[in-house]
């Protein structure tokens, strides 16, 4: 990573409600959901390489070099551009994989916006919105970086502004699939629509949450240990389940009761992503 001309986060995110409408003949389902980003994630440090090859220096357990989406997102921009850059990328991997806070999503969005800087390609939003689209349903909103109301499959975005509360966000042991459970018989895929962006009356609810709840007992425990303390919810399709306060110390409070078992962390919800905040900043210094 010291290696690195360019160091920009991968923060995480948060379903506040997944609502599952339907599902399209392609097997995807049409789902409503909000998004807000967390002060928390990964890291991942980039350097440019004038031989075109793209090389990620850290390797995750169960991930071939060339299916790691920071990979796939690297060369699939590297092949839009046309560009003969390549990179070196190092990670820093902070967020739980198949936990249901996006870090896939999130690195291969940083990914984008990080070589979209350090080759100079002047690529906009929506352009690296669509590429990343084609990685997977969730990069969008990381490559938009506005905590956003969304439909379709997950890329139809509106920008919500929401509070702005600490969330404590517990980490069940247990890797979650997200195909596994978009596959499952027993997902309810008929939640009415609701019409005005946001968050719903009453907050909603998370779909997902019975069918994982009933497959994985860490995620249906973990669940029940924090609904001792505030109502808790599970994000995505698990297996992190989360409860928000007002400040940062009582939700330390609370994750200090949780037992060693069960990992927790604390982090502020933000409807601007750090990315965003990083590269702003980097764009001012350089015009200053
Ligand atoms: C559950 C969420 O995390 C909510 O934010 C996302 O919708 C999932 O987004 P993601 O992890 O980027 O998902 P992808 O990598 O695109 O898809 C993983 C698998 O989830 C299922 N999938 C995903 C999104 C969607 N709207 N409908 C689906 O049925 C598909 O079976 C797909 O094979
Ligand atoms: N850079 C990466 N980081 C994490 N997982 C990756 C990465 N590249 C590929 N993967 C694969 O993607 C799978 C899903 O990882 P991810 O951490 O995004 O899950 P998730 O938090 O459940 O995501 P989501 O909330 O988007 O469903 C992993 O199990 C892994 O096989």
């Not at 702005?164 to 978009?182: C, K, Y």
């Not at 609904?227 to 995505?236: D, E, I, L, S, Y």
Request: aromatic fraction near 6%; proline fraction near 6%; hydrophobic fraction near 40%.
């Amino acid at each position: 990573m010291h290696e690195a001309t360019l160091i920009l986060p991968a923060p995480a995110k948060l379903n506040l409600f997944l609502h599952i409408l339907g599902r399209r003949p392609d097997g995807y389902h049409e789902l409503q959901t909000v998004f807000q980003f967390l002060d928390y994630g990964d890291e991942l440090g980039f350097r440019r390489r004038e031989d075109g090859e793209i090389r990620l220096h850290t390797a995750i357990a169960g991930v071939p070099h060339d299916s790691n989406l920071i990979v796939r997102a690297a060369r699939r921009l590297q092949q839009e551009a046309g560009t003969e850059l390549g990179a070196d990328i190092w990670l820093d991997k902070r967020l739980p994989m198949g936990g249901g806070i996006g870090g896939g999503s999130s690195d291969a969005a940083t990914t984008l916006l990080g070589l979209n800087h350090l080759w100079q390609l002047g690529f906009d939003l929506e352009r690296l919105a669509a590429l990343g689209l084609e990685l997977g349903a969730d990069v969008p909103v990381f490559v938009r970086g506005r905590a956003a109301f969304a439909s379709g499959v997950g890329e139809q975005l509106v920008p919500v502004d929401l509070e702005e509360p600490w969330f404590l966000v517990a980490v069940p042991q247990v890797s979650v699939s997200t195909a596994e459970i978009f596959c499952a018989a027993e997902l309810t895929r008929n939640t009415p629509a609701i019409r005005v962006c946001g968050l719903p009356e009453g907050g909603g609810h998370n779909d997902c949450q019975p069918v994982v709840e009933q497959r994985y007992p860490e995620v249906r425990n973990a669940l029940n240990l924090l609904n001792k303390f505030v109502p808790a919810r599970m994000t995505g399709t698990g297996a992190c389940v989360f409860g928000s306060f007002p400040n940062h110390c009582d939700a330390d409070k609370v994750s200090r009761q949780l037992p060693a078992t069960l990992p927790s962390f604390v982090a502020q919800g933000r409807n601007v992503s750090m990315l965003h905040r990083k590269l702003e900043a980097l764009v001012q210094e350089v015009n200053a």
